[in-house]
């Protein structure tokens, strides 16, 4: 880093130090992070739209792609950024050059979704070619790293050999006018190598990476998908509104749509992340993987508000029990996954399982509650008191099993 903070002047990249006192996100990085807020709204909204159109198996299948080579490369750049960030004017410029990929990307979400749903072919022109652009320029950082770290000089290049290995890879996929199996059996060799490139580059010497940086930025991705949810609720709440004024099922949707995103937000914040990966650090893949399905699921829930929206609209070509399961199966997913991650990080507890059944059994309810003919807005209602008994369940016994585990992991590596 520069010591002038009123200067950008280049830096020498030989990495952080990993217990960096009081270290933050810095503009930069919450900039960088604005531009997923575009790509997730727009995978959002279409997928959205596939179920409402009752195309859920095609519009899951482009929710998926479009979620993983989005979180993906914001993954791969958070630590990077946590290990070598020096904010100078290369820097800088090179992630800028990376958010202007992800802005590429969020633009070929729409036609990747309509291609998909008419089944002819892939159109992933501009989301693979956003894609390439934020990797390449990642190779670029990494083969900095490499020049002005010559203790993990080994490692960084063989990230940067990785990942422009894979770009091949891509550019293959973006070149060739395929079905849609035929481009995603080519894809998904290109994921699983994707996603094995961090575990093959960091075998011998891992980058300096800074754990409670890294479970701030984490953090910050997870409220940034959680305001998908909000929107959501409010294109709910405005559809009731539209149709029949300021009805109780306007109330309802309101309360719980609003509800449903402030329960997701305490629930994800009730793992200490940072204190867990601290003592931790081999953990530090199952803790960034860990986190693709928890990301997913929190916009698919903003999602499935506005599936809802549609629904309560008349414009939706679904029952309402299909309606009230797509809020209802990705928040099921989001607890999954956290308490999942949850066990790895802090070790199973016998409270902290149960409570995780009950939430799934309560919200599978609400599913059989709308086939049965209750209303979509009490259907919500019922997702979100299930939401809110878990949370005060876990304030009044749960925090003592994390504390107690946190103890055990410190007292364990000293």
């Known amino acids: 880093m520069s010591t002038n903070p009123l200067r950008h002047a280049l830096s020498r990249m030989g990495g952080r130090d990993p217990h960096e006192k009081h270290r933050t996100a810095t503009p930069l990085e919450l900039f960088f992070d604005l531009t997923f807020v575009i790509a997730f709204g727009v995978a959002g909204s279409q997928f959205a739209h596939a179920v409402a159109e009752a195309h859920f198996w095609p519009g899951l299948l482009a929710f998926a792609f479009a979620m993983f080579a989005t979180i993906w490369a914001w993954i791969n750049f958070t630590w990077f950024a946590s290990a070598y960030d020096t904010d100078d004017w290369v820097f800088r410029v090179v992630t800028m050059v990376q958010m202007v990929g992800v802005l590429i990307l969020a633009m070929g979400i729409e036609p990747l979704f309509h291609s998909i749903i008419e089944g002819k072919h892939v159109d992933n022109v501009a989301m693979v070619l956003g894609y390439i652009i934020m990797r390449v320029a990642l190779i670029f950082q990494w083969l900095r790293a490499a020049r002005q770290d010559p203790a993990r000089r080994e490692t960084c290049l063989r990230y940067a050999k990785y990942v422009a290995v894979v770009q091949v890879g891509w550019v293959g996929v973006l070149l060739i006018d395929a079905s849609v199996a035929t481009t995603f059996l080519m894809a998904a060799p290109l994921f699983i190598l994707e996603m094995a490139a961090p575990y093959f580059a960091e075998r ?165 509650m709308a086939a049965a003919g209750a209303s979509v807005p009490v259907c919500m209602l019922e997702m979100m008191v299930v939401l809110g008994l878990s949370i005060l369940f876990d304030e009044r016994q749960g925090h003592k099993g994390r504390a107690a585990a946190l103890r055990r992991l410190e007292a364990a590596t000293g």
């Open 204 to 368: 011998n010497i891992r980058t300096p990476w800074h754990a409670h940086h890294i479970a701030e930025r984490y953090g910050l991705l997870a409220i940034i998908a959680l305001g998908e949810c909000l929107i959501g609720a409010i294109e709910t709440l405005r559809a009731i509104v539209a149709l029949h004024g300021w009805t109780l099922d306007a109330a309802l949707v309101g309360l719980s749509g609003t509800g449903l995103a402030f329960a997701l937000w305490w629930i994800y914040f009730i793992l200490p992340s940072g204190p867990a990966l601290h003592v931790q650090r081999h953990r530090s893949w199952i803790f960034g993987y860990g986190h693709l399905p928890l990301f997913a699921a929190i916009a698919a829930t903003g999602a499935g508000l506005h599936v809802a929206a549609y629904f309560i609209d008349d414009e939706a070509h679904i029952p309402a029990a299909a309606a009230v399961a797509s809020i209802a199966i990705p928040v099921i997913l989001f607890k999954v996954s956290l308490s999942t991650l949850y066990g790895i990080m802090l070790g199973l507890e016998r409270s902290h399982l149960w409570g995780t059944t009950s939430v799934v059994l309560g919200l599978a309810a609400s599913i059989a």
